[in-house]
């Protein structure tokens, strides 16, 4: 049973970490959120207040780019995989509208997608795992075995992404959260760096038409017949 790096790239909300958490524990793979990585930063950036200043003068970036430190870990008691930035677990804090709305502008620096380039490649050298984003089937691991790309309609998943906010007791209307996911997937679409493109060689999941499980009994057989 050869291991292999699937990945997993798509729309904005098309239901990628759902697959990919649910890929993970099938296979016994190791998941990497790398949306998660761009939203730390994000973090990060809003907390020293880059967006007030200078984000765009990216020297005042250089220097917490330099020892960025990224874990993935599994939590046993939420049943899924939280991501540490410089050892503090930020999965919660990162989901937040301020963040969704500002981590397309990071995504854009050609110096923060360089250096989170690296980290993601050097993941690859275990195999065994299952990572999703925009660039990884593109940029990241062109040569992976097995590439998804993840669509639906932006109603179905600004809806989605509502009842999720909704669920966490957020008081954000649908409206707006149907804006952020549009604003994402133009910025994403349309940056110059490593845009959020379909490869050639992917397999296309319209996630608004298939439901989770079928989608992963889907890709499960895709597996076996690679094998
Ligand atoms: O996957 P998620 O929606 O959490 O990603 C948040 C944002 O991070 C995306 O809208 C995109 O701007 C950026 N991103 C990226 N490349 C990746 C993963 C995410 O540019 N591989």
């Given at each position: 049973n050869q291991k292999m790096i699937i990945a997993i790239d798509g729309y904005s909300a098309s239901g990628k970490s759902t697959l990919a958490q649910n890929l993970s524990k099938k296979l016994k793979y190791t998941y990497i959120d790398t949306g998660a990585m761009y939203r730390s930063i994000t973090l990060l950036a809003i907390r020293k207040k880059m967006f007030h200043s200078d984000?765009?003068?990216i020297t005042n970036f250089i220097p917490f780019l330099i020892n960025i430190n990224f874990q993935f870990k599994w939590n046993n008691k939420l049943n899924r995989t939280d991501i540490f930035i410089n050892k503090e677990n930020v999965q919660s804090e990162i989901r937040s509208i301020e963040v969704s709305n500002k981590v397309s502008l990071i995504a854009r620096i050609p110096e923060i997608r360089k250096k989170l380039t690296i980290i993601q490649k050097n993941f690859?050298?275990?195999?065994?795992i299952v990572m999703d984003g925009r660039?990884?089937?593109?940029?990241?691991?062109?040569?992976?075995?097995l590439k998804i790309f993840m669509k639906g309609s932006i109603e179905v998943r600004s809806y989605r992404r509502f009842e999720y906010f909704k669920k966490k007791g957020k008081k954000i209307s649908y409206e707006e959260v149907k804006k952020n996911l549009f604003y994402r997937d133009m910025m994403d679409l349309y940056r110059?760096?490593?845009?959020l493109k379909k490869p050639k060689d992917s397999i296309e999941i319209d996630s608004t038409l298939i439901s989770t499980e079928k989608q992963l009994n889907m890709v499960v057989q895709l597996i076996e017949n690679i094998r």
């Open positions: 984000l765009w003068n690859g050298n275990k195999k065994g660039d990884i089937g593109s940029n990241i691991f062109p040569q992976s075995e110059r760096i490593s845009p």
